[in-house]
């Protein structure tokens, strides 16, 4: 199956745009949202134990190194779930079928990418299936082709072409001390060389690359540009997953199944997780733009899973892993909702907004459940893996660090609840009798989000010891 998992988004797009099938146009967004939700029901019911394993039949026939892990179908998961909330939302917004399917040809080709990422086990392929994600998003941000969207994308693909200058001088350098360039290879050659000069120049030239690609703090600046400008389903996709895989999923890997997490490389990545979180929190609280906030939100989110990731203990890596999945949920929920706000009223602007929750009722209720589980308010899925991650930074030493990640959390809530007030809650602003409900191919994915943001939360405890703290005795060692 993992090779499936490759080829059949890649044929899909492929067969869609044969000149004798344009009839098929119009109903490509069921063919991709079909597929999107094979890939979660596949993987979902392997997790679960219902799928005994994987059998990939072309393997003999296509050798791409693949690997199918835990953290492998958590990711999977993610990229189906999120893939599937952009196509719904794209149909709800893009109301030429033209249009549509050219959206769906990309977003095929953005999980074709993504997917590869998270299955390969090769540095070379791995490089080749981050610049596939990558130039679909470049084009995804600048779909609309209006003056924002083109800046937005401009920016990202300056600030991704100095990531791909350090991802590929990163592979270079390690492939003179490795004879081959799969994971296990050059982990291999580089526990008798650990120390030597090109290696740790390799190390530093991958964590730069990726902490772009991720949008950490200080090489965040694209990221809100890109995230405010590009078309509402396009946001949903790059902030779900599309910057988690490509920088943070693989950020994940490199760390710890090529290089070495102890000593100044897990510090490195506290502080910057710690800073990222702060400066992203900071950041938010001043937007006026839904939006930017939101994209702010996902700087200071994304700081919480280096935070974890940069303890190496087996409790922290499945803190990361599991923020990295409520992340993608509610970030893409918020997006969602995003899009539902802004298609009723016409603006992102919150000052103009107030009380459209009596309007808006599931938009309302959904977007408070987003924002109760990025606040890591109790029940919900982000409670649970932001007190993993203090818990694990405590128990490791870094106390700084875990005070540091409590009292982001209270800013968290402080400007989400200042959306809430501003956006949902209070008086109906002046203006806004008219407006209504958005439409249910929005409210699907909003609500299937919310539901199982609640789930997750609810049966954390079978997930922590089935799914999450076996991948995090695994990379830990």
């Known amino acids: 199956m993992p090779t499936l998992l490759i080829i059949v988004p890649l044929a899909l797009m492929l067969v869609l745009n044969l000149p004798f099938l344009r009839a098929a146009r119009r109903v490509s967004f069921w063919f991709c949202a079909i597929l999107a939700l094979v890939q979660v029901a596949a993987v979902a019911a392997h997790m679960g134990g219902l799928i005994p394993g994987y059998e990939d039949l072309f393997d003999r026939y296509i050798n791409l190194t693949l690997t199918m892990s835990g953290l492998s179908e958590v990711v999977l998961l993610s990229i189906g779930i999120v893939v599937t909330a952009s196509l719904f939302t794209a149909r709800a917004v893009i109301e030429n079928h033209e249009e549509r399917f050219k959206f769906g040809n990309l977003v095929m080709l953005a999980m074709v990418g993504l997917n590869g990422t998270a299955l390969l086990a090769d540095l070379i392929s791995l490089y080749v299936f981050i610049e596939i994600t990558a130039v679909s998003s470049f084009i995804l941000i600048a779909f609309n082709r209006d003056a924002d969207g083109l800046e937005g994308s401009f920016k990202y693909i300056i600030l991704s072409a100095v990531a791909t200058a350090g991802l590929l001088s990163a592979i270079a350098l390690l492939m003179m001390v490795s004879q081959g360039t799969s994971y296990a290879a050059v982990r291999e050659a580089l526990g008798a060389s650990s120390n030597s000069f090109y290696v740790k120049l390799a190390m530093g030239f991958f964590m730069c690359g990726l902490f772009i690609k991720g949008g950490i703090v200080p090489f965040h600046w694209w990221l809100p540009d890109a995230y405010a400008s590009a078309p509402a389903p396009a946001s949903v996709l790059l902030a779900g997953i599309v910057t988690k895989v490509s920088g943070i999923y693989t950020l994940i890997i490199v760390t710890t199944s090529i290089f070495r997490l102890d000593g100044a490389v897990g510090e490195i990545i506290v502080v910057l997780g710690a800073v990222s979180a702060i400066a992203g929190a900071l950041l938010a609280l ?21 935070l974890g990731l940069g303890t190496g203990s087996a409790l922290g890596i499945a803190g990361a892993v599991f923020h990295f999945f409520n992340h993608a949920i509610f970030k893409s929920l918020l997006f969602v909702n995003a899009t539902a706000v802004e298609g009723s009223l016409g603006t992102r602007d919150m000052d103009r907004m107030g009380g459209i929750a009596s309007k808006m009722p599931v938009t309302g209720a959904t977007s408070l459940i987003g924002f109760f589980s990025a606040a890591g308010i109790p029940p919900l899925a982000g409670f649970w893996s932001k007190i993993m991650i203090i818990i694990a930074l405590w128990q490791t030493g870094y106390t700084a660090a875990a005070v540091i990640a409590a009292l982001v959390g209270v800013l968290t809530l402080a400007y989400f609840l200042s959306m809430q007030r501003r956006v949902f809650f209070g008086k109906l602003r002046e203006g806004l009798g008219g ?43």
């Open 286 to 306: 001043g937007q006026r733009d839904m939006k930017r906030m939101l994209a702010y939100s996902s700087v200071s989110q994304v700081g919480y899973i280096l």
């Open 435 to 477: 407006i209504r409900e958005a439409r249910l191919s929005v409210l699907v994915p909003a609500v299937s989000l919310a539901l199982i943001t609640i789930a997750a939360g609810l049966f954390f405890k079978p997930i922590y010891t089935m799914v999450l703290m076996p991948i995090g005795e695994m990379l830990a060692k």
